[in-house]
Nanobody
């Protein structure tokens, strides 16, 4: 399984960005959950959003609720993170993560089996 992430960049506070992450190699009869983590300079990595394939249920870190939206395209096993009203504290390296198995999974992605490459998001004040 591979995760290919894209998006990110530089934006001013209040702006928007969209991240994408496509999973390849997950069997069609597998359940999976995918999410986004971020790690700011000097801080630990934290999970900010997750989506489950069995029912599209989602889970968010409190600080991004109402500003970030995670969604997925089931056909391509791609997840998206729409980030609106970005704040300087959102500046970080963002990572997508996934795990998968043959029974239903719920968020969060506690122990990812695969990580995507990091994407830099910079929000200026």
């Amino acid at each position: 399984v591979q995760l290919q992430a894209s998006g990110g960049g530089f934006v001013q506070a209040g702006g928007s960005l969209r991240l994408s992450c496509e999973a390849s190699g997950i069997a069609s009869n597998s359940y999976y959950r995918m999410g986004w983590y971020r790690q700011a300079l000097g801080k630990r990595r934290e999970e900010i959003a997750c989506i489950s394939s069995n029912d599209d249920s989602t889970k968010y870190l409190e600080s991004v609720k109402g500003r970030f939206t995670i969604s997925r395209d089931s056909a391509s096993k791609t997840i998206y993170l729409q980030m609106d009203n970005l704040e300087p504290d959102d500046t970080a390296i963002y990572y997508c993560a996934a795990d998968w198995t043959y029974y239903e999974l719920k968020c969060p992605v506690v122990n990812p089996r695969m990580w995507g490459q990091g994407i830099r998001v910079t929000v200026s004040s």
